[in-house]
Nanobody
């Protein structure tokens, strides 16, 4: 089992920045990728960004150039640096860890972009 805990959400003005963290614990030795998703009420959970164990990264088109995913293996933590935030980035952000076909989710952290 893998446990994931997100933190760092909050209220920010348009154009501002936030950094989300996802701390992993448990049986993390075989995790091969970590990803961030986001979800707004009544809508499906959308993929935002991913980082593989090899360090490769991928981003959804809507956040490319504004968000950066990174990892600190010594701290078993994945980050999502979010810059130039827009009101449409408002959502609950979830961290997901993948071990082959198995996926683990955190509880989510709310990000609200509003003036």
């Amino acid at each position: 089992q893998v446990q994931l805990v997100e933190s760092g959400g909050g209220l920010v003005q348009p154009g501002g920045s936030l950094r989300l963290s996802c701390a992993a614990s448990g049986s993390i030795f075989s995790i091969n990728s970590m990803a961030w998703y986001r979800q707004t009420p009544g809508k499906q959970r959308d993929w935002v960004a991913e980082i593989t164990i090899a360090g490769s990264t991928n981003y959804a088109g809507s956040v490319k150039g504004r968000f950066t995913i990174s990892s600190d293996n010594a701290k078993n933590t994945v980050y999502l640096q979010m810059n130039s935030l827009k009101p449409e980035d408002t959502a609950v952000y979830y961290c997901r860890g993948s071990q082959g076909a198995s996926h683990y989710w955190g509880q989510g952290t709310q990000v609200t972009v509003s003036s």
